[in-house]
């Protein structure tokens, strides 16, 4: 799948490292890639933010299924406050435990094909990708302008509220060529980035390759000092696609199961839809149904393997594709025979 990984983590301030609040994890046997940001002004974000990462990769949510949604979501939530440590916290931070911690979510699933491969990734907020081809940059998403940088972003919240029915991805699927390369990376290197790549400046994917965490730290700090690059955490992934010929075969994905929802954690709340999951059109925001209030219903116990759930949730990508490509045709056609 990948013949290169790479990954650099760097805290905001380089002293004190544990304040560091993002993170990342790949699934190299899937193909599956993840970074997560979380928001600083709230609490416990860098434990949300590796709980989302984390189980982005080894236990894929169905984006495009309202109902399993929630529930993986509300394993995440359950697990987030188990580990939060209420009484670490000083007397006026406690109030702000209710509204949970924030993250922002980026999620690249890379699928083997017989002549090359093909990229399935979603977003929430302003992590971004980055596609190089031949070694120069062929893509962004979701992001495709720097001045998009100074938007707040959308986040995922560790607890149930209002928000939940502002949540929305924003979805991607592109064709990816044997040797092309592809860049993860939370938001201040992203902006920096962006920023030379629209003021006609190439980015070397072979000096971030070449580095070691010593000489990636020394470069943010110095492009930070010089007001280049925000004073943020930073985190990157480095994907780089295998050649054919080197694989030793192209994986045949699973049928799909008969059941829809995967299995939740031991604690999950099963919440029901509110309404059903609308149409969503590939690399548009597609928004899920927000979970009703209250709790309860029986949980799945139907196994779902990380397979399953990636070959449904590709599946269902590529039916919506085809049928944006259909409705597209279908107005051409009609606009065509009007000329006439």
Known sequence: MFSAVKTF?????????????????????????????????????S??????AETAVTNPP????????????????????EQ?????????????LADGAGATLLV???????SGYQLYAYAVGDCCLFLFRDGKLARTFPITEAAEFQNSPRVITSVAGPHDGQLSFDTLGEVLAPGDELLLTSDAFAAWMMAGAEAGKSIDLAYLWDSDDEQFAAFVTKMREEKRMRFDDCTVVLLKLAPVESRSRVPVPPEPPKTAAPKPAAEATDVEPA???????????ARPAAPAKGKGGKKDNAKDTTGDRI????????????????AGISRLKKWTSKKK
């Not at 002293?15 to 790949?26: G, K, L, Q, S, T």
């Open 84 to 96: 939060v440590d209420e009484d670490a916290l000083a007397w006026h931070q406690k109030p702000k």
């Open 275 to 285: 309404e059903p999951l609308p149409q969503i059109t590939p690399t548009q925001p």
């Open 47 to 52: 434990t949300w933010a590796r709980l989302l």
């Open 108 to 114: 690249a699933t890379v699928v083997p094909m017989p």
């Open 62 to 81: 169905d984006i495009f299924d309202a109902k399993s949604l929630w529930v993986w979501l509300g394993a995440l939530r359950n697990a987030w406050s």
């Open 9 to 45: 983590c760097l805290a905001k301030d380089v002293r004190r490292p544990n304040e560091y609040e993002d993170a990342c994890a790949i699934n190299q046997r899937d193909g599956v890639a993840a970074v997560a940001d979380g928001v600083s002004s709230m609490l416990f974000s």
């Open 311 to 326: 070959s449904r949730w590709t599946e269902k990508f590529g039916k919506q594709l085809g049928e944006a490509t259909d």
